[in-house]
């Protein structure tokens, strides 16, 4: 929906005779927010599309068909925040039951997966596994983006995929965090209650708004009204000031990586 979006968007810019600097001035926006929506790689808040709205004369008709309402919910949303994923240029993740996939291993993504349900049959799952090794690698560069991981202990004590795979999967994280190519704390239970409703991403980018982006059971959903995501980073913030130290975390997946290692 999003690409129709912004055609529309586009067409209507261009039935006026107008560039994008001209629509962003007359809607008191950025440029690059501009083309970001026509492209389809942004959504505009409430706030954005009843300037557009306004600006273009188009009556209600951006904001009745903005992407991202609360109606819109879905599982089709994740895959703009892979998109989002790749231009970020800093990720906040919290996770409450698994890691989060762009720090997965293969062996872990594969044993994630299996829980599914309705559960998918082999040649999909493989599909999903390779999918997400390759968010993954979003990390092979040394400096961008910056990722913090916020993990419930809970994600460290659920052995999906058994000892070994445990092992591997909390290894893989302290490795990333002692080359400082990511920073992991561990959040204690009983603590982080405001944002164990489920997964949080937060991003921020080069030269747009900041989003977040939250998923629960099969619903996934896009916030990008300031005003939203001010309140999730706000949440996150709450939930990172009870959470272990990054030395502290940082042993803590070794040693729990070495108990599962005498269950192997």
């Not at 529309?8 to 927010?33: F, H, I």
């Not at 703009?80 to 762009?102: L, N």
């Not at 239970?189 to 080069?206: C, D, E, N, T, Y």
């Not at 619903?219 to 030395?247: K, M, N």
Request: with cysteine; aromatic share 8%.
């Amino acid at each position: 929906m999003a690409a129709t979006y912004g055609e529309w968007l586009k067409e209507a810019r261009e039935a006026k005779g107008w560039t994008q600097e001209r629509l962003a001035k007359e809607a008191l926006m950025s440029r690059s927010m501009i083309a970001a929506i026509e492209t389809g790689r942004r959504y505009p808040s409430e706030t954005d599309a009843l300037a557009l709205d306004r600006a273009l004369g188009t009556g209600t008709v951006l904001t009745t068909f903005r992407p991202g309402r609360a109606a819109d919910k879905g599982p089709h949303w994740f895959e703009s925040c892979r998109v989002f994923e790749h231009e970020a240029v800093m990720i906040r993740e919290f996770a409450p039951c698994f890691v989060p996939g762009i720090l997965q291993t293969e062996r872990h993504a594969d044993a994630v997966l299996r829980l599914a349900y309705p559960p998918m049959d082999e040649e999909q799952r493989h599909k999903n596994v390779v999918t997400r090794i390759k968010r993954g690698a979003i990390l092979e560069d040394p400096v961008s983006p910056v990722v913090w991981a916020l993990l419930d202990e809970g994600v460290l004590k659920r052995p999906y995929g058994g000892p070994a795979v445990m092992a591997e999967q909390l290894h893989h994280l302290a490795d990333l965090t002692e080359r400082q190519r990511i920073r992991v704390h561990i959040l204690p239970f009983g603590a982080g209650a405001p944002l164990l409703g489920g997964m949080v991403s937060l991003m921020w980018f080069k030269d747009q708004p900041p989003i977040a982006y939250t998923e629960a059971l099969r619903t996934g959903v896009i916030h990008d009204s300031p005003a939203e995501v001010e309140l999730i980073q706000g949440a996150y913030d709450v939930a990172l000031s009870d959470a272990r130290s990054l030395e502290e975390s940082l042993a803590i997946l070794r040693s729990t990586a070495e108990e599962y290692e005498k269950h192997v």
